[in-house]
C-alpha cells in the first residue's frame, strides 16, 4: 500500500472528526469542556470507552506480545472485571454525591489541599506518561511505513500528530470526547474482525479450524499456576489486573470524568459495569488475532520487523496488513483502526490533563468568570507541548513491548492514589497534609527497590502486576503513621 494513500485516509478520518467537533463545539464553555453538561446518555459513553481502555497499545501490542506470553494476558483482564465492580459500587456513588468535577476534590475534602494536589500530580504524570507511550506506539508505525520512506524526522511525525488531536479537542473538550470515541471504537472493532476474517481466509481455515488447530494451540494458553516466582502467575496477573483497573479507571480523572457526564449514579454504573464485560470478550479477540499473525508469519515467512537491530512484535500486525499481499483492503482497514484505537485515547487524556490542571492545580472554578476560557486555552496548548517532548523521549529510551513497559509503569505511578484514596474511604482518621506528598515519592522509592532486588531479597520471586498492591499498601501505611487521632 503506497504510503501517499495511507496519508489520504488519514486525512480524510481527519476531517470526519473535525465534522464532529464542529457539531459538539458549538457551546465553548467550561461546563461544556470539562462536564458535557452531564447530558451523556450511558450507553454511549460506555461504547466509546471501550477504544479509550484499549487505545492503540491493545490495537498493536497485545497481539504482539502473544508470542512470548501467549493469552496470558485474559488473567489480567479478567482482573479488570472485578476492578470495574468495585468502582461502580463504591467509587461512583461518593463521586456523585460530592457533585464533583475533578475525581482529586474527593482528597481535599477529606484530607487537605496537599494531599489534593498530590492525587492530582500523580494524576498528571501517570496519564502523560501513559498516552504518551501509546502516541509513540502510532507514531512509531507511521514513521515505519510511511515518513521514513519521505525522509521526515520523527519528531515532525509527532508535532504533527498531536496538532491534529489539539484542533479537534479544544473546543468541545470532553463532549466532543464522548463522541469521537464511539466513532472511533466503532473502527477499531470492526478492523479487528475483518483482519481475522482474512487472515483465516488467506489459511484456508473456518473460525471452527484455527480453534482445534495444532498451530492455534501453541499460543492460547491462559492459566499459568506453576510457578509463583513467575510474573505471569493466575493470582498475580488477577490480583495486579484488579487493582490497575481500579487505579487506571476509578482513580484516573481520565477514565471517570467520562464517567462523570452520566446523568446520574445508576447509569454511570451500568457503563462501567457493562464495559467490564465486553473488554473480556475484546481482549480475548485481539489475542485471537496475535496467535493468527504469528501462525501466518511462519506460514508464509513473514519476518518480524526490527528497529536498530531489536526485534520488534509490535510492528507485526502493520507490516502484515501493509506490506503483505493479503489486499488493500487490510491495509486500509488497519490504517484507520490504529489510527482510531490511538487518538481514542489520546484526545480524552489531552481534554482530562487539561481539566485536572485547571481545576485541581489552578482552582479555576474561583477564578474570574471573564478568565476562565482563557486560562483552560492556554493550558491545553501546554498539555499538547509537554505530551509532544515526552514522546519524542521515547524514541530514545523505550526498548521493551509496549503494553509490558505500560503496566510496569503503572505500577508505580497510580500506587499512591490507590493507598490515598483507600485510606480515605475505608478510614475516619485525619492527616497531617503537609506530609501526604513525602509519603507518596517515599512509597514509589520503595516499591522501585524491592522490585528492583526482588530476586536476591525473596528467593527468585519476580513481582508482576500485582507491584500496584505493594505500593498502595506502602502509602495506606505511611498515611497511617501521620494520621491524627480521631476526635
Known amino acids: 500500500m503506497k504510503p501517499i494513500y ?3 485516509l488519514i486525512a480524510v478520518y481527519f476531517c470526519v472528526l473535525l465534522l464532529i467537533a464542529y457539531f459538539t463545539g458549538k457551546n465553548d464553555t467550561n461546563e461544556t469542556f470539562f462536564k458535557a453538561n452531564k447530558k451523556s446518555p450511558w450507553y454511549i459513553v460506555a461504547f466509546g470507552m471501550i477504544g479509550a481502555s484499549l487505545s492503540g497499545v491493545t490495537f498493536i501490542s497485545v497481539p504482539g506480545w502473544v508470542q512470548s506470553s501467549q493469552f496470558s494476558y485474559m488473567q489480567i483482564v479478567i482482573g479488570y472485571l472485578f476492578g470495574y465492580l468495585v468502582i461502580a459500587y463504591v467509587l461512583i456513588p461518593i463521586y456523585y454525591k460530592l457533585k464533583i468535577t475533578s475525581i482529586y476534590e474527593f482528597l481535599k475534602q477529606r484530607f487537605g489541599p496537599t494531599s489534593h494536589k498530590t492525587g492530582a500530580y500523580f494524576f498528571m504524570i501517570s496519564r502523560i506518561l501513559i498516552a504518551s507511550f501509546r502516541l509513540f506506539l502510532v507514531t512509531s508505525v507511521l514513521q515505519y511505513f ?9 519528531e515532525i511525525t509527532v508535532i504533527f500528530s498531536i496538532i491534529l488531536i489539539w484542533v479537534y479537542t479544544f473546543k468541545g473538550g470532553i463532549k466532543t ?7 472511533q471504537t466503532t473502527f477499531m472493532l470492526i478492523a479487528v474482525f475483518v483482519a481475522i476474517f482474512i487472515i483465516l481466509n488467506k489459511l484456508n481455515w473456518s473460525v471452527l479450524d484455527m480453534f482445534t488447530s495444532e498451530e492455534f494451540n501453541k499460543y492460547n494458553r491462559i492459566l499459568f499456576f506453576e510457578d509463583f516466582n513467575d510474573k505471569k502467575h493466575v493470582v498475580k496477573s488477577f490480583l495486579g489486573g484488579m487493582f490497575i483497573a481500579i487505579a487506571m479507571t476509578g482513580l484516573d480523572q481520565d477514565m471517570m470524568q467520562k464517567n462523570l457526564t452520566c446523568k446520574n449514579t445508576k447509569e454511570a454504573q451500568w ?3 457493562s464495559l467490564g464485560f465486553v473488554l473480556i470478550i475484546v481482549n480475548f479477540i485481539f489475542l485471537t488475532l496475535g ?5 501466518y508469519a511462519e506460514k508464509f515467512g513473514v519476518s518480524i520487523p526490527t528497529i536498530n537491530g531489536a526485534i520488534k512484535t509490535d510492528l507485526l500486525f502493520p507490516e502484515i496488513a501493509i506490506n503483505n499481499d493479503l489486499g488493500i483492503p487490510i491495509g486500509i482497514i488497519f490504517i484507520l483502526g490504529l489510527i482510531a484505537a490511538a487518538y481514542s485515547s489520546a484526545d480524552s487524556a489531552l481534554t482530562s490533563l487539561t481539566t485536572s490542571y485547571c481545576i485541581d492545580i489552578l482552582d479555576i472554578e474561583n477564578k474570574e468568570k471573564l478568565h476562565q476560557k482563557s486560562i483552560r486555552k492556554k493550558v491545553h496548548v501546554a498539555i499538547s507541548i509537554i505530551l509532544v517532548l515526552v514522546v519524542i523521549s521515547y524514541k530514545h529510551i523505550l526498548t521493551a513491548n509496549v503494553i509490558s513497559s505500560l503496566l510496569q509503569v503503572v505500577s508505580y505511578t497510580y500506587g499512591p492514589l490507590l493507598g490515598l484514596f483507600a485510606f480515605g474511604i475505608f478510614t475516619k482518621y485525619t492527616i497531617k497534609d503537609s506530609y501526604v506528598w513525602i509519603i507518596a515519592i517515599l512509597s514509589v522509592i520503595i516499591s522501585y527497590i524491592i522490585n528492583k532486588f526482588s530476586i536476591q531479597i525473596f528467593n527468585g520471586y519476580v513481582f508482576g ?6 505500593n498502595g ?15
Open 465 to 470: 502486576y500485582e507491584l500496584i498492591i505493594i
Open 146 to 154: 510511511i515518513f521514513d520512506l519521505w525522509n521526515v524526522p520523527f
Open 473 to 487: 499498601i506502602f502509602t495506606f501505611i505511611g498515611l497511617y503513621l501521620i494520621r491524627k487521632p480521631i476526635k
Open 6 to 8: 495511507i496519508l489520504l
Open 291 to 295: 496467535a493468527l499473525l504469528f501462525i
Open 177 to 183: 470526547i464522548i463522541w469521537t470515541d464511539t466513532f
Open 271 to 273: 457503563n462501567v459495569i
